[in-house]
Antibody
Framework: QLQLQESGPGLVRPSETLSLTCTVS??????????WSWIRQPPGKGLEWIGS???????YYSPSFKSRVTISVDTSKNQFSLKLNSVTAADTAVYYC???????????????WGQGTLVTVSP | DIQMTQSPSSLSASVGDRVTITCRAS??????LNWYQQKPGKVPKPLIY???SLQSGVPSRFSGSGSGTDFTLTISSLQPEDFATYYC?????????FGPGTRVEIK
């Protein structure tokens, strides 16, 4: 059964870089059928898509983050990662990694999610 | 960007009630509309994709309909485990935006 697990620091200082890794187990990150995504949820608020990466390294990002986000993939480790630069308190959120099914265009959706990790931005 | 709205923002209902949640897109998204359920402190769970296709393992009391800009999630007979927040999400074009959520509470 597929599992996604986020890892990384739970506390980041303002202006620094938030770095998270998602480890995929029970399936290959190199599948043609999926994009791998980061989604976040500030405390008490809704869900916000950050960006996605394909196993080839192709990426696309939300314009809201494009200037300060990098998502990368390491197929040898079955992992993908998020880096968000110049963080502020507004970046405090639960960060989820998720798998996005793309094999059939009309069925495009986030079909598997990690447990999420809370990242707090604070001095 | 495609903006997603949901109504109501919250509702109170009793076990056994029929519940309907509406989602609207700011432009036509065909059937590229998904629904997720999130319980407090838990991970969002996919319920419905492509507007009306039930995710594997989701009870048949959940159903979705709509196309274009207007969509509906219906719970035919509300169960205690259905009290949660429900989000719609468009997968028509990036950025893949979510609705603000509808909180279903116990009456």
């Amino acid at each position: 059964q597929l599992q996604l697990q986020e890892s990384g620091p739970g506390l980041v200082r303002p202006s620094e870089t938030l770095s998270l890794t998602c480890t995929v187990s029970g399936g290959s990150i190199s599948s043609h059928s999926y994009f791998w995504s980061w989604i976040r949820q500030p405390p008490g608020k809704g869900l916000e898509w950050i960006g996605s990466v394909y196993y080839t390294g192709n990426t696309y990002y939300s314009p809201s983050f494009k200037s300060r986000v990098t998502i990368s993939v390491d197929t040898s480790k079955n992992q993908f990662s998020l880096k968000l630069n110049s963080v502020t308190a507004a970046d405090t959120a639960v960060y989820y990694c998720a798998r996005r099914w793309i094999a059939v265009a009309e069925e495009d959706h986030f079909d598997s999610w990690g447990q999420g990790t809370l990242v707090t931005v604070s001095p | 960007d495609i903006q997603m709205t949901q109504s109501p923002s919250s509702l109170s209902a009793s076990v056994g009630d029929r519940v309907t949640i509406t989602c609207r897109a700011s432009q036509s998204i065909s059937s590229y509309l998904n629904w997720y359920q999130q319980k407090p402190g838990k991970v969002p769970k996919p319920l419905i994709y492509t507007a009306s296709s039930l995710q594997s393992g989701v009870p048949s009391r959940f159903s979705g309909s709509g196309s274009g800009t207007d969509f509906t999630l219906t719970i035919s007979s509300l169960q205690p485990e259905d009290f949660a927040t429900y989000y719609c999400q468009q997968s028509h074009s990036p950025p893949f935006t979510f609705g603000p959520g509808t909180r279903v509470e116990i009456k």
